[in-house]
């Protein structure tokens, strides 16, 4: 009998599902209930994905009518991928709380199950409002494990941890292509959906963010409402203090904006502004689980004094001023700013 071996015409495949069982293996005492947890998710961004993908030729297009938690008009597809998502991790027996952008309250799942023992946060839809346009959105999701002592009737207790308790993070930006991007805390790596098979396939093993980059990426329409410092800062990159002359992109799509930035370095910012004291950018869901990529993958991530994964949360939806990048551009802020 001979040894099977990779044939010169078929390269070497890893599913995002091989390599979540791998990882798992770095974890002592971990089951199969970590990757099953995360097939929920993949799971439910290819079905959103789908959805987004044929947008424009289906009645999703558009708003949905009601006003979310946040005060912002909740459109069809927020809608329909917060469901997904809910359904698909709701069939996770080691789920015990999920929480979402577009739900008030952390839902309780599986409730008096001793085997839920995580919480999962997310974001269904960030960006949504470019969808009418055709510009890029994404997903994002944080797990946190069941803090100690707490019990299945404190769903808040459950959610309410610093980032530095997230044991795996990550997006999905539906672009050009889908792609994942996730971290377990040992390195980043990126997955591409081949919509032919249907599967996540390794594109972008052990993502590391480039000391340096070439862009800044901001709302500068907002300027004159930045904390002085920030617009200061902003005059930096251009003037070239760190030796090049920065240029910008701005999508609005924290996802993709975010996306460019690890790949190509740089800065991304979500300043205070004078209608949004606070920065806009949610904590738990939305600056948390980048901050960990960004981390993760060699850069920084700060709400402007400290570093996002330290904050302790009051609140689920509590938002944060944004600065995340590379280790060049993050230095000089936090030196300057
Ligand atoms: P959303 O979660 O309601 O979509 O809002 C978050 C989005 C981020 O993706 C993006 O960075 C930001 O809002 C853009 O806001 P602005 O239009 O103020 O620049
Ligand atoms: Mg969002």
């Known amino acids: 009998m001979s040894e ?27 089951s199969g209930e970590f990757s099953w947890l995360l ?9 959103i994905q789908a959805k987004v993908r044929r947008a424009g030729l289906s009645d999703i297009l558009g708003e949905q009518g009601v006003v979310n938690v946040q005060g912002e008009v909740q459109q069809k597809l927020d809608v329909y991928s917060n469901e997904v998502l809910v ?12 929480a979402s952008e577009e739900n008030e309250e952390p ?29 890029s959105v994404g997903t994002t999701f944080s797990i946190l494990r ?3 002592g707490v019990s299945l009737n404190e769903p808040e207790k459950w959610v309410l941890q610093p980032g530095s308790k997230q044991i795996a993070a990550g997006y999905v930006v539906y672009g050009s292509s889908t792609i994942l991007v996730y971290s377990v805390g040992k390195g980043v790596h990126g997955f591409t959906l081949d919509p ?17 980059g070439n862009y800044y990426s901001v709302n500068e329409a907002y300027r004159d409402s930045f904390p002085p410092r920030y617009a200061e800062y902003i005059e930096r990159l251009r003037g070239g203090v760190l030796g090049r002359k920065y240029s910008s992109r701005y999508i609005g799509s924290m996802v993709a904006d975010f996306h460019r930035t690890l790949l190509k370095g740089g800065v991304f910012l979500y300043p205070p502004t004078e209608n949004n004291r606070e920065g806009k950018l949610r904590l738990l869901y939305e600056a948390n689980p980048i901050a960990f990529l960004a981390e993760q993958a060699g850069g920084t991530a700060i709400d402007g004094t400290q570093r996002i994964l330290d904050i302790r949360p009051s609140s689920i939806h509590q938002r944060t001023p944004f600065v995340a990048g590379s280790r060049v551009e993050l230095a000089d802020f936090e030196r300057f700013v």
């Open 39 to 47: 097939s929920g998710i993949t799971m439910a961004t290819k079905l």
């Open 4 to 30: 099977h071996t990779d044939s010169a015409s078929v390269a070497p495949i890893v599913t995002v599902q091989q390599h979540i069982l791998q990882e798992q293996k770095r974890f002592p005492g971990a």
């Open 196 to 212: 032919a098979v249907g599967a996540y396939i390794l594109s972008h093993p052990n993502m590391r963010m480039p000391e340096q």
């Open 107 to 135: 839902l309780l799942v599986h409730k008096g199950s001793e085997n839920a023992n995580y919480a999962v946060v997310f974001d269904p839809l960030d960006g949504s409002s470019n969808i009418d346009v055709n510009v």
């Open 146 to 148: 069941r803090p100690e």
């Open 87 to 98: 359904h698909c991790l709701s069939a996770r027996e080691s789920i015990g709380v999920l």
